[in-house]
């Protein structure tokens, strides 16, 4: 299983998908640059091997803020902080520890993997890293344990609410590179606000 997407690939990457949501008048509110001991921290605290793409991404902008009406950098789900997705992935390692793995199997009872997908079929995995989430508890996360067959570093679709795992892109790379050419689906929906959506892509 290998990692994929260099600093470069990623910095362009990026550099792309922004400007394409700025050029369609969707540019969001972001953090400056995580600190990177603050990075390193995260990754200490949590036990999750952030891929290097992850830990360039968050070189470049530490998550976005709550802005109101501000877009979203993912399809409905916000670019979260590295401490925000820390907090988010230590609120899934305590309901793994009060549930127990019994409790955690009932959860994965429901638990479904779209044919053809390398992810597991699980509730949650220590190894998966909230990268966004939806403001419900759904997240896209990076799958740093992936199934035989997939990435480490892809990005899986996860959360109470969803039942269907799913991979989205190999890694965080190629997943700005797929936004980039997606259909947004742009809407004004009221007060100059405009939203969009890339269903395929969550």
């Given at each position: 299983?290998?990692?994929?997407?260099?600093?470069?690939?990623?910095?362009?990457?990026?550099?792309?998908?922004?400007?394409?949501?700025?050029?369609?008048?969707?540019?969001?509110?972001?953090?400056?640059?995580?600190?990177?001991?603050?990075?390193?921290?995260?990754?200490?605290?949590?036990?999750?091997?952030?891929?290097?793409?992850?830990?360039a991404l968050y070189a470049l902008a530490d998550g976005q803020d709550r802005?109101?009406?501000?877009?979203?950098?993912?399809?409905?789900?916000?670019?979260?902080?590295?401490?925000?997705?820390?907090?988010?992935?230590?609120?899934?390692?305590?309901?793994?520890?009060?549930?127990?793995?019994?409790?955690?199997?009932?959860?994965?009872?429901?638990?479904?993997?779209?044919?053809?997908?390398?992810?597991?079929?699980?509730?949650?995995?220590?190894?998966?890293?909230?990268?966004?989430?939806?403001?419900?508890?759904?997240?896209?996360?990076?799958?740093?344990?992936?199934?035989?067959g997939g990435t480490v570093g892809q990005i899986v679709v996860a959360g109470?609410?969803?039942?269907?795992?799913?991979?989205?892109?190999?890694?965080?790379?190629?997943?700005?590179?797929?936004?980039?050419?997606?259909?947004?689906?742009?809407?004004?929906?009221?007060?100059?606000?405009?939203a969009w959506d890339a269903p395929a892509l969550r």
């Open positions: 299983m290998r990692q994929g997407g260099g600093v470069d690939d990623l910095t362009a990457a990026w550099t792309t998908w922004t400007a394409t949501l700025a050029a369609a008048g969707l540019a969001p509110v972001l953090r400056p640059p995580a600190d990177p001991a603050a990075i390193a921290a995260a990754g200490a605290a949590s036990g999750v091997p952030f891929p290097a793409d992850l830990v802005a109101p009406h501000a877009p979203q950098v993912f399809p409905q789900h916000r670019f979260l902080p590295v401490a925000d997705a820390l907090a988010v992935w230590g609120g899934w390692r305590d309901l793994a520890r009060q549930e127990g793995p019994e409790g955690m199997a009932d959860h994965a009872e429901h638990v479904t993997v779209r044919p053809g997908d390398p992810v597991r079929r699980e509730y949650w995995l220590p190894g998966w890293w909230p990268l966004a989430e939806d403001g419900g508890g759904n997240a896209l996360v990076v799958d740093t344990d992936p199934a035989d109470p609410d969803e039942d269907q795992r799913r991979v989205l892109a190999p890694g965080v790379t190629a997943y700005l590179r797929l936004l980039a050419v997606a259909d947004l689906g742009t809407e004004d929906v009221g007060d100059g606000v405009l």
